[in-house]
Antibody, heavy 121, light 108 residues
Framework: QITLKESGPTLVRPTETLTLTCTFS??????????VGWIRQPPGKALEWLTHVYWDDDKRYNPSLKSRLTIIKDTSKNQVVLTMTDVDPVDTATYYC?????????????WGPGILVTVSS | DIQMTQSPSSLSASVGDRVTITCRAAQDIRTYLNWYQQKPGKAPKVLIY???SLQSGVPSRFTGSGSGTDFTLTISSLQPEDFATYYC??????????FGQGTKLEIK
């Protein structure tokens, strides 16, 4: 059974760096075709894809946020860490991590429950 | 990145109705298109992947079609639990993925 869960601060000050951790079970991030990604959703708005890291450490970033994002995997701990620098109130959102099935069609099939992060002074 | 245009942005329908939601890609994405259902306060749930493959456990009243730039999600006979927001997601681009803006399906 695949599960994922996001953890981290729920309140961050503007200009600070946000660090979120996705802890997962039921699969290994060393398995071919597997990736873990991050998606966010501002309150009342649409989903926005941020980034993901593949089993072979290949990484992809949303071009509009690339300069601020870093994704790192720790296969031994079954964790993926997202950092976002220089946060702003517009970064207030629910952040989800998700398992990507990349063996053929590339789709997020398992999601964490999400964590609401508020950026405010 | 590849822009995805989803329509309509909202839709009112009744139980038993047939509804169609469309997604248009700004360039050819072959069949790398997924559909998600999201209910308030919950994570999205995948319904369709590869444009037309039904995810395990999803009712057969959900069907996806299309290729290239034009895609549709059809719900053949709306059930009360289908009222939610639906999103498409393109996973074709090596640069990155893009969601549509969503379609909120409401009870008429």
């Amino acid at each position: 059974q695949i599960t994922l869960k996001e953890s981290g601060p729920t309140l961050v000050r503007p200009t600070e760096t946000l660090t979120l951790t996705c802890t997962f079970s039921g699969f290994s991030l060393s398995g071919r075709g597997v990736a873990v990604g991050w998606i966010r959703q501002p309150p009342g708005k649409a989903l926005e894809w941020l980034t993901h890291v593949y089993w072979d450490d290949d990484k992809r970033y949303n071009p509009s946020l690339k300069s601020r994002l870093t994704i790192i995997k720790d296969t031994s701990k079954n964790q993926v860490v997202l950092t976002m620098t220089d946060v702003d109130p517009v970064d207030t959102a629910t952040y989800y991590c998700a398992h990507l099935d990349g063996t053929r069609w590339y789709y997020y099939d398992y999601w964490g429950p999400g964590i609401l992060v508020t950026v405010s002074s | 990145d590849i822009q995805m245009t989803q329509s309509p942005s909202s839709l009112s329908a009744s139980v038993g109705d047939r509804v169609t939601i469309t997604c248009r890609a700004a360039q050819d994405i072959r069949t790398y298109l997924n559909w998600y259902q999201q209910k308030p306060g919950k994570a999205p749930k995948v319904l369709i992947y590869g444009a037309s493959s039904l995810q395990s456990g999803v009712p057969s009243r959900f069907t996806g079609s299309g290729s290239g730039t034009d895609f549709t999600l059809t719900i053949s006979s709306l059930q009360p639990e289908d009222f939610a927001t639906y999103y498409c997601l393109q996973t074709s681009s090596a640069v990155g993925y893009t969601f549509g803006q969503g379609t909120k399906l409401e009870i008429k």
